[in-house]
């Protein structure tokens, strides 16, 4: 997609005041400690299992079959790409650079057989388009067709720069067989992987062999971000081929045969002198997680490349996660049958003792007890997970905790996650079956056919409460970075400064909060002024960030049941930086189903860019709101489509996949179409972007539920904004639910 001189520059639709390829690629490979600096999207996410069975427990960072990156960031040898897969999961950051060529490449492998990248490439001193240096941004989609195996090789369909201008857009078929080398007097002689394939594009521009129909010719006065749909497989296509010879475990030597003539950078450009089809290359690890490169190309220029990888199933540390104390066994009633006595139930003194008991176990454990409802043959514990991703965790702790204090004579444990005071699942098990399986080599399996799910009741009237948890007030005051990118004059922009947060809680559901920021320095006001012909409802962001001091939000909230798998929520007051009204919403979600459906209705105005009390400056006011239906499609793949009414009065819908993970881990996109037509939108045609969240602890190998996370778009434009609401309901609620307590049933034990 190119990166023509627009005015507004892609740029975080909700700001991460840590965030972005360079400060994670950083984290990734240093081990760095980070703390929660999510604006908007902060504690929970919504974590799932790994697809496939639930999830076992984390291991530390470990690569070993994961393959080496090409200068595209995904799979491959040098230039060409291979027909090889990363492992599930993983996150690639690739950084490379040639003949005044850069590309700036995040790949994630969002399921076995499929990954994406986004791109961002430059093309210094090009004189191209009206640029000095110019840049462009890209998205690529490989499927694996074929894994390997011992007599066939994997084969790989990729699309590069699928949608936009097609600067460097090619359509390829790779396979890749790998052969373990016989060992020399030497010793072991290592791996060799021969690569071969087809390409079409700019992967077919050089030595083709045939073609199939015309294909359209690259256009760099398109505004792109468009699917390029009717060029794909189209035009002549050409071979590609290499090797890629690893002696050891640190070393690899690479050679190919590139089928790109680069004929845009040597006739359009003029940047690279391409005297050669063969490229070589030398690469080394230099730890698990870092592979840096150099190359000879195209007879003339001198490469280098570094590849940066990680898996959220694999933390960079251990996890450290205390123990869990063990459940504690009831004696037979034949052997003491007055411990199994029910005469304390007529006692209304025990209900309290037992809570504090509970509170003076579990509170140190990162779990806060709300409400214990006792009688003499069931118990149920209303708590809030403070520490641990995922819930399953908590629920394994509140159980313990019940077998620890509850009298013999209780046999059934109710426990009940609580989210800002709403009841969001009850889970239900024998006392008996957690004391007989808790050591059983099948205990996972086993819990997940004893422990029963469903909707929890009303609170009852004689569940008493932790009467310290209300009325309380919270503050932080902590660092905030928000950074903007793709800016033609300035790609990298940020700004940085303190913000300080305060909540107060006068009841179970009831929320009052409210931020205040202050600049330090930055230069996000430096960003281009807006030429939207909509209503500017996000692209005059560099004006709203040209004053210091800000009130960033402030409202009140009240969340509560409704009824029988409702969910409801009611927000009023400054909801973020550009909006402030009134926004309601309705989820229906079943603790049993993969589905939910919701609707949100809003009225809001647009606050003057101050930041402060004032909505005149704009005089523009505007009723939104969506209808929204999720689906979890298996473990860890959750589907959203939001269709409505959006802040520039535009109506269409956002459809976003989401792949999540137990701890926390969440990496999706998402696009939004409208009735804006591409002309009036803009650069990049519509909305659309990727987003990821990334839990503290899965850095820092302590655990908690605090996160950092943003979603980054290519562009900010004003067709297909939604409204930013803090505590939408969904991602509250879905991580203690069957789906995604099933998922993660191992972690019930630790």
Request: charged content about 20%; hydrophobic content about 35%; proline content about 8%.
């Given at each position: 997609?190119?990166?023509?001189?627009?005015?507004?520059?892609?740029?975080?639709?909700?700001?991460?005041?840590?965030?972005?390829?360079?400060?994670?690629?950083?984290?990734?490979?240093?081990?760095?400690?980070?703390?929660?600096?999510?604006?908007?999207?902060?504690?929970?996410?919504?974590?799932?299992?790994?697809?496939?069975?639930?999830?076992?427990?984390?291991?530390?960072?470990?690569?070993?079959?994961?393959?080496?990156?090409?200068?595209?960031?995904?799979?491959?040898?040098?230039?060409?790409?291979?027909?090889?897969?990363?492992?599930?999961?993983?996150?690639?950051?690739?950084?490379?650079?040639?003949?005044?060529?850069?590309?700036?490449?995040?790949?994630?492998?969002?399921?076995?057989?499929?990954?994406?990248?986004?791109?961002?490439?430059?093309?210094?001193?090009?004189?191209?388009?009206?640029?000095?240096?110019?840049?462009?941004?890209?998205?690529?989609?490989?499927?694996?067709?074929?894994?390997?195996?011992?007599?066939?090789?994997?084969?790989?369909?990729?699309?590069?720069?699928?949608?936009?201008?097609?600067?460097?857009?090619?359509?390829?078929?790779?396979?890749?067989?790998?052969?373990?080398?016989?060992p020399s007097r030497l010793g072991s002689t290592g791996?060799?992987?021969?690569?071969?394939?087809?390409?079409?594009?700019?992967?077919?521009?050089?030595?083709?062999?045939?073609?199939?129909?015309?294909?359209?010719?690259?256009?760099?006065?398109?505004?792109?971000?468009?699917?390029?749909?009717?060029?794909?497989?189209?035009?002549?296509?050409?071979?590609?081929?290499?090797?890629?010879?690893?002696?050891?475990?640190?070393?690899?030597?690479?050679?190919?045969?590139?089928?790109?003539?680069?004929?845009?950078?040597?006739?359009?450009?003029?940047?690279?002198?391409?005297?050669?089809?063969?490229?070589?290359?030398?690469?080394?690890k230099v730890n698990d997680a870092i592979r840096i490169?150099?190359?000879?190309?195209?007879?003339?220029?001198?490469?280098?490349?570094?590849?940066?990888?990680?898996?959220?199933?694999?933390?960079?540390?251990?996890?450290?996660?205390?123990?869990?104390?063990?459940?504690?066994?009831?004696?037979?009633?034949?052997?003491?049958?007055?411990?199994?006595?029910?005469?304390?139930?007529?006692?209304?003194?025990?209900?309290?003792?037992?809570?504090?008991?509970?509170?003076?176990?579990?509170?140190?454990?990162?779990?806060?007890?709300?409400?214990?409802?006792?009688?003499?043959?069931?118990?149920?514990?209303?708590?809030?997970?403070?520490?641990?991703?995922?819930?399953?965790?908590?629920?394994?702790?509140?159980?313990?905790?019940?077998?620890?204090?509850?009298?013999?004579?209780?046999?059934?444990?109710?426990?009940?996650?609580?989210?800002?005071?709403?009841?969001?699942?009850?889970?239900?098990?024998?006392?008996?079956?957690?004391?007989?399986?808790?050591?059983?080599?099948?205990?996972?399996?086993?819990?997940?056919?004893?422990?029963?799910?469903?909707?929890?009741?009303?609170?009852?009237?004689?569940?008493?409460?932790?009467?310290?948890?209300?009325?309380?007030?919270?503050?932080?005051?902590?660092?905030?970075?928000?950074?903007?990118?793709?800016?033609?004059?300035?790609?990298?922009?940020?700004?940085?400064?303190?913000?300080?947060?305060?909540?107060?809680?006068?009841?179970?559901?009831?929320?009052?909060?409210?931020?205040?920021?202050?600049?330090?320095?930055?230069?996000?006001?430096?960003?281009?002024?807006?030429?939207?012909?909509?209503?500017?409802?996000?692209?005059?962001?560099?004006?709203?960030?040209?004053?210091?001091?800000?009130?960033?939000?402030?409202?009140?909230?009240?969340?509560?049941?409704?009824?029988?798998?409702?969910?409801?929520?009611?927000?009023?007051?400054?909801?973020?930086?550009?909006?402030?009204?009134?926004?309601?919403?309705?989820?229906?979600?079943?603790?049993?189903?993969?589905?939910?459906?919701?609707?949100?209705?809003?009225?809001?105005?647009?606050?003057?860019?101050?930041?402060?009390?004032?909505?005149?400056?704009?005089?523009?006011?505007?009723?939104?709101?969506?209808?929204?239906?999720?689906?979890?499609?298996?473990?860890?793949?959750?589907?959203?489509?939001?269709?409505?009414?959006?802040?520039?009065?535009?109506?269409?819908?956002?459809?976003?996949?989401?792949?999540?993970?137990?701890?926390?881990?969440?990496?999706?996109?998402?696009?939004?179409?409208?009735?804006?037509?591409?002309?009036?939108?803009?650069?990049?045609?519509?909305?659309?972007?990727?987003?990821?969240?990334?839990?503290?602890?899965?850095?820092?190998?302590?655990?908690?539920?605090?996160?950092?996370?943003?979603?980054?778009?290519?562009?900010?434009?004003?067709?297909?904004?939604?409204?930013?609401?803090?505590?939408?309901?969904?991602?509250?609620?879905?991580?203690?639910?069957?789906?995604?307590?099933?998922?993660?049933?191992?972690?019930?034990?630790?």
């Amino acid at each position: 997609m190119s990166s023509r001189r627009q005015p507004d520059q892609g740029r975080f639709t909700r700001i991460g005041r840590i965030g972005g390829l360079a400060v994670m690629a950083g984290m990734i490979a240093t081990g760095a400690r980070a703390q929660d600096h999510s604006a908007y999207v902060t504690g929970p996410v919504d974590p799932l299992a790994l697809p496939g069975t639930p999830e076992a427990a984390p291991t530390i960072a470990r690569y070993p079959d994961a393959p080496t990156l090409n200068f595209y960031g995904a799979a491959g040898l040098i230039d060409m790409p291979s027909g090889e897969a990363a492992p599930d999961g993983q996150i690639n950051a690739g950084v490379s650079w040639f003949g005044g060529i850069g590309r700036y490449t995040l790949t994630f492998q969002g399921l076995p057989w499929v990954s994406a990248s986004f791109r961002y490439n430059s093309f210094a001193n090009a004189n191209f388009a009206g640029f000095d240096t110019y840049y462009d941004r890209s998205f690529d989609l490989r499927f694996r067709l074929l894994k390997e195996s011992t007599y066939l090789p994997a084969v790989t369909l990729g699309l590069q720069d699928f949608v936009g201008t097609g600067i460097s857009a090619g359509e390829y078929i790779a396979a890749t067989k790998t052969f373990d080398l016989p060992p020399s007097r030497l010793g072991s002689t290592g791996t060799l992987k021969v690569t071969g394939g087809l390409g079409w594009g700019r992967l077919g521009s050089y030595g083709s062999i045939s073609g199939y129909g015309d294909r359209p010719s690259y256009n760099p006065n398109s505004t792109g971000g468009e699917l390029a749909w009717d060029q794909w497989f189209r035009g002549p296509f050409a071979p590609f081929a290499g090797l890629e010879w690893r002696p050891n475990d640190k070393l690899g030597f690479k050679v190919e045969y590139s089928s790109d003539a680069y004929v845009t950078e040597v006739q359009d450009m003029g940047i690279l002198d391409r005297r050669s089809p063969v490229n070589f290359g030398v690469e080394y690890k230099v730890n698990d997680a870092i592979r840096i490169g150099g190359y000879y190309l195209y007879g003339s220029e001198v490469g280098f490349n570094i590849q940066i990888q990680a898996n959220p199933k694999n933390p960079p540390l251990p996890p450290a996660v205390p123990a869990p104390q063990p459940v504690l066994v009831r004696p037979s009633p034949q052997s003491d049958p007055g411990a199994w006595s029910t005469a304390w139930a007529d006692s209304s003194t025990v209900a309290p003792v037992l809570r504090d008991n509970l509170i003076g176990v579990l509170d140190p454990q990162g779990i806060t007890v709300e409400t214990v409802t006792v009688s003499a043959h069931s118990a149920e514990v209303r708590y809030r997970n403070r520490r641990y991703w995922p819930q399953a965790n908590g629920v394994g702790r509140v159980a313990r905790a019940m077998a620890q204090v509850m009298p013999n004579s209780v046999e059934t444990f109710h426990i009940v996650p609580q989210s800002e005071g709403m009841a969001v699942s009850r889970v239900t098990l024998r006392r008996s079956d957690l004391e007989v399986m808790e050591y059983d080599v099948e205990a996972t399996s086993a819990m997940a056919g004893l422990v029963g799910y469903s909707d929890p009741p009303p609170l009852s009237p004689t569940a008493v409460s932790n009467e310290a948890l209300f009325p309380r007030f919270s503050y932080s005051l902590q660092p905030y970075f928000e950074p903007s990118y793709f800016d033609p004059d300035k790609p990298i922009r940020i700004d940085v400064g303190a913000e300080l947060n305060g909540t107060y809680r006068p009841a179970p559901g009831w929320i009052a909060s409210g931020a205040l920021r202050y600049k330090l320095f930055g230069d996000l006001d430096g960003g281009r002024p807006s030429n939207s012909v909509l209503p500017h409802v996000r692209s005059d962001w560099a004006e709203y960030a040209q004053h210091d001091f800000t009130m960033r939000n402030l409202y009140v909230a009240k969340q509560w049941r409704p009824g029988q798998n409702l969910y409801a929520r009611a927000t009023l007051g400054y909801l973020e930086q550009m909006f402030g009204g009134v926004s309601t919403e309705l989820l229906w979600k079943p603790v049993n189903s993969p589905l939910g459906l919701g609707i949100e209705a809003n009225y809001v105005a647009q606050r003057d860019q101050d930041q402060w009390f004032g909505f005149g400056q704009y005089d523009y006011r505007v009723a939104t709101g969506h209808a929204s239906a999720y689906y979890e499609f298996g473990p860890g793949l959750i589907g959203q489509v939001d269709a409505g009414r959006y802040l520039a009065g535009d109506w269409g819908a956002t459809v976003s996949l989401d792949r999540t993970f137990a701890n926390g881990w969440s990496v999706g996109a998402f696009f939004t179409l409208t009735n804006v037509s591409s002309e009036d939108f803009g650069e990049g045609s519509f909305d659309k972007g990727i987003r990821f969240s990334m839990p503290v602890n899965w850095i820092l190998g302590q655990p908690s539920r605090q996160t950092v996370g943003t979603t980054i778009t290519p562009i900010t434009r004003d067709g297909g904004q939604r409204l930013i609401v803090p505590g939408r309901l969904y991602p509250q609620i879905r991580d203690a639910h069957r789906k995604a307590l099933d998922d993660a049933s191992v972690r019930f034990w630790q």
